[in-house]
């Protein structure tokens, strides 16, 4: 089991088959997602294929993540709290000056992301929107939307199956309002 400890986030590589599970240790925790094909980092996931080709905003079990090339990238094999986000991008340090009005430094998740994935030389502008898995946006029948605290609770968790070779970016989210207000780790595990 691997921790990313509150306001962090992990970089790693996943083959083809392995399955990794993204687990909410203490309940109403975000994290932030990101992929890249590890044999070719210009093909990542891409939000707009997956909702398009998947016929839904609500992606969870038995939905796939596919890649800006129309390729799968990964099919959600078990999800355990059912709600998800792929509406928003990471929150970023100017989230946190124009949303939350903070002019101090604040950890994000697009900061945990590209500075994790340094080491396999991707860089900050290259960061996709993520996959948030644990996520609770809502949204009214005129498109406004409105993030909730999650819904996950304790020991809730989401298995992945890679369908490529992967390199993966994970957080466990800095934005207060998609956390309920506080913030815990996240954990995960890589299984063959």
């Known amino acids: 089991m691997e921790i990313i400890e509150k306001q962090s986030g992990a970089a790693f590589k996943l083959k083809k088959g392995q399955l990794l599970k993204v687990i909410d240790p203490k309940g109403e925790q975000v994290s932030d997602m990101v992929l890249f094909n590890a044999d070719d980092k210009r093909e990542k996931i891409s939000s707009g294929k997956t909702i398009d080709f998947e016929e839904s905003i609500l992606i969870t079990k038995a939905n796939y993540l596919w890649s800006n090339r129309s390729n799968k990238m990964m099919e959600i094999l078990e999800d355990t709290n059912g709600r998800n986000d792929f509406l928003l991008a990471p929150c970023s340090p100017e989230t946190f000056k124009i949303m939350y009005s903070n002019e101090e ?38 498109g406004k939307i409105s993030v909730d605290p999650p819904l996950s609770k304790a020991g809730d968790y989401v298995t992945f199956e890679a369908k490529m070779d992967l390199i993966v970016g994970l957080t466990a989210c800095s934005a207060e309002d998609s956390n309920g207000g506080s913030f815990k780790p996240i954990h995960y595990e890589i299984l063959d």
């Open 105 to 142: 430094y604040h950890p994000s998740c697009f900061e945990n992301l590209y500075t994790n994935l340094e080491k396999f030389g991707i860089e900050p502008d290259e960061i996709p929107t993520a996959f948030n898995i644990f996520m609770n946006v809502q949204f009214d029948e005129f």
